[in-house]
């Protein structure tokens, strides 16, 4: 079946650090590949998504590569701030079967 | 304003008694969804529905009960709530189903 994994967390970084949360997948075929972000007290919202291998998603800073040699979409930032705290999500989509999540990963960015 | 609301935001109640948690739309989405989440399990999905009056099981149906007499409503029914379904529940619409999922704030459920 269709499956995420997350690293582990809590994340802790300081302001301007690098920001990378592993995340891999089993899928069968080329699913679709997301990352949500849920802020506190608030429901999730996609933050960015790439629909088939080597496409780039990105937004507010934030980027992911869909790498299907190695099942992998990696979530990366070059400079984090304290509003990035929150927690994220890694989901897939697999030719409009459910959304499947991943156990999500939380982020906290110390000033 | 147009989006997702859910009803209540905190909810206790307890074991034995039904809880109805109410989710609405408008968008006109024909897509909506009630996950749980739970710490260490991410969202599971509880049921979901293509369109009024068309439901499906998800992940983890047991002690839930939906219905969806009109598109932009689809409300969850704990029908004899368990400790176990102590939860935050999201409920979600979208277009289509693999497009991204538009997301409530969520209902914080305690079961005494």
């Known amino acids: 079946g269709n499956s995420v994994t997350q690293m582990e967390g809590p994340v802790t970084l300081s302001e301007e650090a690098f920001l990378t949360i592993n995340c891999t997948y089993t899928?069968?075929?080329?699913?679709?590949l997301f990352w949500y972000v849920q802020y506190p007290g608030e429901g999730l919202q996609l933050l960015l998504k790439?629909?088939?291998?080597?496409d780039k998603g990105s937004n507010k800073g934030f980027e992911a590569t869909y790498r299907k040699e190695t099942t992998s979409f990696h979530l990366e930032k070059g400079s984090v701030q304290v509003s990035d705290s929150a927690v994220y999500f890694c989901?897939?989509?697999?030719?409009?079967?459910?959304?499947?999540f991943g156990p999500g990963t939380r982020l906290s960015v110390l000033p | 304003d147009a989006g997702i609301t859910q009803s209540p935001r905190y909810k206790i109640t307890e074991t034995g008694r039904q809880v109805t948690l109410m989710c609405h739309q408008t968008w006109s989405h024909s897509y909506m969804f009630w996950y749980r989440q739970d710490l260490g399990h991410g969202l599971r999905l509880i049921y979901y529905s293509a369109a009024a009056d068309i439901t499906d099981k998800g992940e983890v149906p047991d002690g839930y009960v939906v219905s969806r007499s009109k598109t932009e409503n689809f409300p969850l029914t704990l029908e004899s709530a368990t400790r176990s379904q102590t939860s935050v529940y999201f409920c979600a619409s979208s277009p289509e189903p693999t497009v991204k999922l538009f997301f409530g704030s969520g209902t914080q459920l305690s079961v005494l």
């Open positions: 989901a897939l989509n697999n030719y409009g079967q459910n959304f499947v």
């Open positions: 790439a629909t088939k291998a080597d």
């Open positions: 899928a069968t075929g080329y699913p679709s």
